[in-house]
């Protein structure tokens, strides 16, 4: 069925986690249970359209590594006929806890959502449980993607909603023993016009810092901020007696990248935080035009990031186990004279450029395709590419604020993650060109003053479906 659709696959990806076949979106219900992590994600295992939402599943013992399981959850209830929503995971006494949004469609046309849970004992079968509360009568029925957190004694749990003057905002509930939920209200003050629905809401507890990551929908474009359909972004602040205490209404995007979404985080034995979000190309024509479609499967997810905050800032880094990819790394240090364009055996690759100070400026392009420049003067760092439906170069941009020293870029056939100055900033994109090519070319020679490491990784292959 899918070779007689002209299946190549060459844009496949082969270290960031797709969906075996069919469409992926949201990663949801992330935890670290009986020794393994998990990864669910909404997954349409019929088509490429955003249709049937299942729960996905992966495991994997090392993040790197993965082995796919039966879907956790099908829409089959009257409380999720039309798909079981984004939603999160919690353990709790050794069973684990999925709390999800029922999507129905009633008779007249219109939406309902359910907030819904279904508990397992070995992580891999489910028993749905059904709608855990009624939602209050202020919000509409854009009500969503549950996530559960644990403080002291208490669980919470904040939602994603919309009032009934369609603006987006969250809500917050507690519950003495994860089963009884009450509502305690709107989870903060700050930003009380800032679109008209927020998705996928997250509190990340860190040892410094309690982060409130969102996904507001119906921000305008600010000069370089905002320019993605829907956004990602933070709020650092505190938590307390159930309300976040934002320490200024800044709400920074999360990644400046053309493709990331609806991250979600969780931690893990170690006690690390680590997010994946979801690489999903979104105006609708942009995503009918994407050509994996040929080849019966849609998007991935993004590789998994170890988060901290250092100096007001959330920092986001590659966990240290994507080393493990590593197959043979070459230090080109050595040749920094004479390189203008470099030429690799896998289209799979991790980059390393570190500089001493910052060089002036640069332009570098990536198999013909991504163009990456900086700017001294103005610590503007941009990425272009070719738009894949209109054909025309497209840019997103940041003003960074320490000068750059250090980027890190993980491309593979379709996909590519740039990471600057250890995180501070990073960027997120797919692109599709004809022009199969393993090449990076520079532009000019400027990059190559201060240049102190500059390395090659080439990365294994490690999720082959085909
Ligand atoms: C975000 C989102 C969520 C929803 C899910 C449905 O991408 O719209 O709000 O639960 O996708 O697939």
Avoid at 13 to 23: D, E, I, N, S, T
Avoid at 173 to 187: H, V
Avoid at 280 to 291: N, S
Wanted: hydrophobic share 35%; aromatic share 14%; with cysteine.
């Amino acid at each position: 069925m899918l070779e007689e659709q002209g299946k190549d696959d060459k844009y496949s990806v082969h270290y960031h986690l797709r969906a075996p076949h069919g469409l992926i979106n949201d990663p949801n219900g992330l935890v670290y249970f009986n020794k393994q992590y998990h990864v669910f994600f909404q997954w349409n295992p019929e088509g490429t359209t955003h249709e049937n939402k299942t729960w996905g599943h992966a495991v994997s013992d090392d993040l790197i590594e993965w082995d796919y399981l039966e879907p956790a959850l099908k829409p089959t209830d009257w409380f999720d006929k039309n798909g079981c929503y984004s939603g999160s995971a919690f353990e709790k006494d050794g069973k684990l806890y999925l709390f999800y949004t029922g999507n129905v469609r009633n008779a007249e046309g219109g939406r309902e959502s359910y907030q819904c849970l279904a508990v397992s004992e070995d992580g891999v079968h489910f028993e749905k449980k059904g709608p855990l509360f009624e939602h209050p009568k202020m919000y509409t029925a854009h009500l969503r993607d549950p996530k559960i957190w644990k403080e002291d004694e208490t669980y919470w749990m904040v939602l994603g909603a919309q009032t009934e003057d369609l603006k987006g905002t969250a809500l917050v509930y507690r519950s003495p023993d994860i089963l009884n939920w009450t509502f305690e209200g709107e989870f903060m003050d700050a930003l009380p016009d800032f679109g008209y629905m927020w998705e996928c809401p997250d509190v990340l507890k860190l040892e410094n810092k309690d982060v409130f990551v969102f996904s507001p929908q119906g921000i305008e474009p600010e000069g370089v901020m905002y320019q993605n359909i829907f956004q990602t972004g933070y709020v650092l602040g505190q938590f307390q007696d159930g309300k976040f205490h934002s320490d200024n209404e800044d709400f920074v995007e999360m990644d400046r990248g053309f493709e990331f979404y609806a991250p979600q985080s969780f931690k893990d034995d170690k006690g690390r935080t680590i997010v994946f979000g979801w690489m999903g190309a979104m105006p609708p024509e942009e995503e009918a035009a994407v050509p994996t479609i040929k080849d019966g499967w849609i998007h991935h997810l993004s590789l998994p990031r170890e988060v901290k905050v250092q100096n007001n800032r959330l920092i986001q880094q590659p966990v240290d186990e994507l080393k493990l990819l590593r197959l043979q790394s070459s230090d080109i240090l050595g040749y920094i004279s004479q390189i203008e364009k470099v030429r690799f055996n896998t289209p799979e690759q991790e980059i390393e450029c570190v500089w001493k100070e910052e060089p002036a400026s640069f332009a570098w392009t990536l198999r013909n395709e991504v163009a990456v420049s900086y700017e001294a003067a103005e610590k503007q760092l941009t990425v272009e590419r070719t738009n894949w439906l209109t054909s025309k170069r497209e840019t997103r941009s940041v003003y960074l604020d320490a000068p750059l020293t250090a980027l890190r870029v993980f491309l593979e056939d379709s996909s590519m993650e740039l990471y600057v100055n250890g995180g501070r900033e990073v960027f997120s994109l797919r692109y599709f060109n004809e022009q199969r090519t393993d090449l990076w070319e520079w532009q000019n020679d400027n990059w190559k003053e201060h240049v102190s490491q500059l390395t090659v990784h080439e990365l294994k292959k490690t999720v082959i479906l085909n």
